[in-house]
């Protein structure tokens, strides 16, 4: 059975940095494409990075240069460093591992196992 715990979201001021970190358990985590999306109140659930197995990513366009997404497969644990951030980021921050080579079918959410995710609030 697949298991993600998600855990580093926090409060923090504007232009301030936060690491996320994502724990799976239950399948070979070195080959499942994993990713972070976030959720904001009134908002859909939107992809906000990802990486496969070959350690390829893919970012929102509102997070380039911002955040970084990395894996440690020694550790079946995926990361968010973010930095910068701002108000706009402030939302529910959700892992997910999607068993597909492609990381598009993770990004559109497709059979993807998901955490139960960690808050992220940015103030101005």
């Known amino acids: 059975q697949v298991q993600l715990v998600e855990s580093g979201g926090g409060s923090v001021q504007a232009g301030g940095s936060l690491r996320l970190s994502c724990v799976g358990f239950?399948?070979?985590?070195?080959?499942?494409?994993m990713g972070w999306f976030r959720q904001a109140p009134g908002k859909e659930r939107e992809g906000v990075a990802a990486?496969?197995?070959?350690?390829?990513?893919r970012y929102a366009d509102s997070v380039k240069g911002r955040f970084t997404i990395s894996r440690d497969n020694t550790k079946n644990t995926l990361y968010l460093q973010m930095n910068s951030l701002k108000p706009e980021d402030t939302a529910m921050y959700y892992c997910?591992?999607?068993?597909?080579?492609?990381?598009?079918?993770?990004?559109?959410?497709?059979?993807?196992?998901w955490g139960r995710g960690t808050q992220v609030t940015v103030s101005s």
């Open positions: 997910a591992a999607n068993v597909g080579l492609a990381l598009e079918e993770l990004w559109v959410g497709r059979n993807n196992y």
């Open positions: 990486i496969d197995s070959f350690a390829s990513t």
């Open positions: 239950g399948y070979t985590y070195s080959t499942y494409c």
